[in-house]
Nanobody, 124 residues
């Protein structure tokens, strides 16, 4: 079965760091563009970061660029999102997604494979 399982969410203070993991099974992440999205209840799912299938180049939303880093370990078939200098608006549910294209997309509707999400909570 194709599965993406997020983990690493938790409670941190403003300014702290947190690393999220996305463990894949049933697919090889090196053949997919992998991405992270996030969503606040009642809002639309928004793009956070992606790492391209063909190369290790990355793309970030303006709201997180310079603070977040997406990476992958192909040997472990796992994608990571390192979050730093966390803000209260970062305290939402984060989702891992995969797309069979060279560069992926910033639009969540184009992704077919999703994890179930992990909750990040940021306090003052």
């Amino acid at each position: 079965q194709v599965r993406l399982v997020e983990s690493g969410g938790g409670l941190v203070q403003t300014g702290d760091s947190l690393r999220l993991s996305c463990a894949a099974s049933g697919l090889t992440i090196s053949t997919y563009t992998m991405a992270w999205f996030r969503q606040t209840p009642g809002d639309e799912r928004e793009f956070v970061a992606r790492i391209f299938r063909s190369v290790d180049s990355t793309d970030y939303a303006d709201s997180v660029e310079g603070r977040f880093t997406i990476s992958r370990d192909n040997a472990l078939n796992t994608v990571y999102l390192q979050m730093s200098t966390l803000k209260t608006e970062d305290a939402v549910v984060y989702y891992c997604a995969a797309l069979t294209s060279a560069f992926g997309s910033r639009f969540p509707s184009q992704y077919h494979i999703w994890g179930k999400g992990t909750q990040g909570t940021v306090s003052s």
